[in-house]
């Protein structure tokens, strides 16, 4: 991972590139303009994501804890007076500075994105096996791929709907993260796709769900599995990558 995001995780994930690729995502799938950030809306928004970092692991979070900070600065000076002057309100425009680096952050990901489109590219004219891919598997067919987001924010809701059911008792879960990501493999190579939910099976303790996550992150870094969901918010579905042997 880059510096200024979670550089000493549990698990080492590129896709963790800190609060401005949350900020970033939040602004794209909210369908908001860039340049005119509704900051009331959105500060919300990344504290909610920002408890469930915390709740994977508080000491790792403290970037997200500095850029949710600023929000709720922004979001206060936005409430004072302001002059009535178009000019005098742009240059004194709280958000200037947030704005600036989320499209120099903007420029960079894409920039990344093309040179990512462009090994793939180069990766099909050499392939590196030729074992055929199985088509045996079944399942809807994903639309898209799932951003990282996406995962966090429906591992969000999952903690929240399972962990509301069980008794009020304090599980801790010892189980390394190696052996979470053999039971996701073993699962998918069985039954590929299954719904993201799927692979989370009891024991619902909280320690265990993360172990999950977590190896799912991994996973999903490492191109062994594949999430990817039919439309925006929907439900997402993983599949076993590219590579991976499926025993029907």
Not at 123 to 148: D, H, K, N, Y
Not at 198 to 224: C, D, I, M, N, Q
Request: negative net charge.
């Amino acid at each position: 991972m880059t510096g200024g995001s979670f550089a000493e995780y549990q698990v080492v994930l590129d896709t963790f590139r800190g609060p401005l690729d949350l900020l970033l995502y939040l602004v794209k799938r909210d369908e908001v303009d860039v340049l005119d950030i509704p900051i009331a809306r959105v500060a919300g928004q990344f504290k909610r994501y920002l408890d469930l970092l915390a709740l994977v692991d508080v000491e790792r979070a403290g970037d997200f804890i500095v850029m949710a900070a600023t929000l709720m600065e922004i979001k206060s000076k936005m409430l004072l007076p302001r002059p009535e002057e178009s000019a005098v309100e742009q240059e004194d425009d709280p958000r200037r500075e947030l704005v600036r680096q989320l499209l120099e952050y903007k420029r960079f990901k894409e920039a990344a994105v093309r040179l990512e489109a462009m090994a793939a590219e180069q990766s099909q004219r050499l392939p590196r096996s030729a074992t055929p891919v199985s088509s045996t598997r079944t399942g809807p067919q994903a639309l898209e791929a799932v951003e990282l987001w996406d995962l966090v924010s429906a591992f969000g809701r999952l903690m929240h709907e399972t962990l509301a059911q069980q008794p009020h008792t304090v599980v801790v879960d010892h189980t390394p993260l190696h052996v979470h990501m053999d039971d996701v493999i073993e699962r998918l190579r069985h039954t590929s796709p299954v719904s993201f939910a799927a692979l989370f099976t009891p024991p619902y303790s909280r320690s265990r769900l993360v172990g999950l996550f977590l190896a799912v992150l991994e996973l999903a870094k490492g191109g062994k599995i594949v999430p990817s969901q039919g439309e925006c918010c929907g439900e997402i579905w993983v599949a076993l990558g590219e590579g991976e042997a499926f025993a029907p």
